[in-house]
């Protein structure tokens, strides 16, 4: 991409701290409240169900558009690897992250995860039914592989900038939060089934021992 996350000329600390912030708080405070079903459940009472997904998706994104818009770059170094093989390794989890991500999207249904297949029932006239509870593929092993992903992406990088560490710092305390609200919801919405999957899977990286029967 012609913009990174550190790209850009640095301004003064305070107020790149400050916009950066704010940036990650809206995208957080966003996520969060619209995965919520009482929000749910007020929100599908001014849009049609069927496309109650991929609205939220589409606000995600364009908060997304606005955080790499309006970062501000933080260009301090903090750790940098020099070491040929080092980077090697590091580039390979980075985008090992990223496959991960990709193909635990197509785990719990790609389309229907962007809100797409909902519009597409609706389309034919058909109800909606959301994906069944599985603990196929990598869901064998961990309980949150999309996230687990992210968190290699975010944090293997050869060149750790001090920008670069405050949107990893941030991101991961987020996810760790999000994931305690949304297993509620899953322990409320699928029951027993999940408590027991919950003792038998880790919840981000896999243990000796723990993969689901």
Do not use: C
């Amino acid at each position: 991409m012609p913009k990174s996350i550190d790209s850009g000329v640095a301004g003064p600390l305070g107020t790149a701290l400050l916009t950066n912030a704010i940036l990650l708080g809206l995208f957080a405070v966003q996520h969060s409240v619209m995965a919520r079903q009482g929000f749910k459940e007020w929100w599908t009472r001014i849009v049609p169900k069927s496309v109650e997904r991929s609205t939220y998706v589409l606000l995600s994104s364009l908060l997304l558009f606005l955080l790499y818009w309006k970062w501000q770059p933080l260009t301090g170094v903090v750790w940098s690897v020099e070491n040929p093989t080092g980077r090697l390794v590091l580039q390979v989890l980075f985008w090992a992250g990223w496959a991960i991500v990709l193909f635990g999207t197509f785990m719990i249904d790609h389309f229907d995860l962007f809100g797409l297949r909902q519009v597409w029932l609706r389309f034919r006239g058909l109800d909606y039914t959301p994906p069944p509870f599985q603990k196929r593929a990598l869901y064998g092993y961990v309980r949150h592989p999309l996230m687990t992903g992210f968190l290699i992406a975010f944090w293997a990088t050869p060149e750790m900038s001090q920008g670069h560490l405050l949107f990893s710092i941030a991101t991961t305390g987020y996810i760790f939060v999000g994931l305690i609200f949304e297993e509620r919801d899953l322990v409320k919405q699928i029951g027993t089934a999940y408590v027991e999957y919950r003792a038998e899977v880790a919840m981000l990286f896999p243990w000796p021992g723990r993969k689901a029967k």
